[in-house]
């Protein structure tokens, strides 16, 4: 499926301001900190939710699937639980903040690796995980800069990965790269060889279809049908590499990183990688859903993830 991209692509929207908003929150950090920058961040995200009735329809449609799917009634949503997930948002923003001035530290984070995945992190060739826009991974990355010191080389779709660099080593990142991976050609796959050769790790999200008509499938996720990107699958098998899962959302006020077992080996024979891939990307739809219910307003999706909106909307 490579459809002409519309107007409303979320990585459109995030092109215009998450540059600038970084470069405002970096700033900010070092001078304001989170007591004074809170309330002017909480009263930005009241402006979007007062006027962004795209980003509401979103969310709204993303709570009722939730709920339908789960079967949980006091999912179901509202008005209220629609500016709660709003509201999370600006929180987990804060707590950006944090990360990067060092105010949060791993002393505040409870790691959940039941299979011990993190024992690997210092092995000698290193391994993909897979994230989504679930929680905080923020946090997830930090655990490269405050814990293992391993390189940890994040997979994006914006245009601005270099200034992005640029603002992370002046905050002190220096074991955390962006890289801009607008496709996978033969150079960028090389690249991302060498560095799986020297012990490096790969992250990417899961859930968010590139910008450039990048490879997709249209899974079930929520019981309805949506676009997810093949791409963390087709790295994968490609890269001869295992991936895993990692997650981090925040529960009574602490995060929890979670690292899953996820795919040993992503193989396929002449003629059968599509039907490969997009059995691994509906087990990934459907795991993300499952850890959509740990926190339910955590997942920050403000656009129309799903073909369409039904009328019944905020």
């Known amino acids: 499926m490579n459809e002409r991209i519309r107007p409303e692509h979320w990585a ?30 909480h009263a930005i995200v009241l402006y979007f939710f007062l006027f962004g009735g795209k980003a509401r329809r979103s969310i709204w449609d993303y709570q009722r699937h939730l709920a339908a799917w789960s079967g949980r009634a006091e999912l179901r949503p509202s008005l209220g639980s629609v500016f709660r997930q709003f509201m999370a948002f600006a929180d987990a923003l804060l707590d950006k903040l944090d990360i990067w001035r060092g105010a949060l530290g791993l002393q505040q984070v409870t790691l959940l690796d039941p299979h011990g995945l993190r024992e690997q992190l210092r092995g000698a060739r290193g391994q993909l995980l897979v994230g989504a826009h679930l ?19 994040v997979l994006v779709h914006t245009k601005h990965a270099e200034q992005f660099n640029r603002l992370l080593g002046e905050a002190g990142a220096s074991h955390l790269r ?46 309805r049908p949506a ?88």
Not at 260 to 277: C, N, S, T
Not at 287 to 312: E, I, M, V
């Open 135 to 153: 929680g905080n991974l923020e946090v997830c990355r930090a655990l490269a800069e405050l814990g293992e010191k391993v390189r940890m080389n």
């Open 227 to 314: 676009a997810f990107p093949q791409g963390p699958w087709l790295l994968a098998g490609l890269l001869r590499c295992p991936a895993n899962l990692l997650s981090c959302v925040k529960i009574d006020g602490r995060y929890q990183v979670l690292l899953e077992p996820f795919a040993e080996q992503v193989q396929w024979k002449r003629g059968e990688r599509d039907a490969v891939i997009r059995s691994w990307v509906e087990r990934y739809a459907e795991r993300l859903g499952r850890r959509c219910l740990d926190a339910p307003h955590q997942w920050f999706n403000f656009y129309p993830f799903w073909k369409s909106h039904d009328d019944t909307s905020a």
């Open 12 to 41: 459109r929207q995030r092109e215009r301001g998450s540059f600038l908003l970084m470069k405002f929150t970096a700033l900010a950090a070092r001078r304001l900190g989170r007591r004074a920058l809170s309330p002017l961040l």
């Open 178 to 223: 962006l890289i801009q991976v607008s496709e996978l050609d033969p150079a960028i796959m090389l690249q991302l060889s060498e560095r799986l050769e020297r012990g490096e790790w790969l992250a990417i999200a899961g859930d968010r279809v590139p910008l450039h008509g990048g490879r997709n499938v249209t899974v079930d996720f929520l019981g």
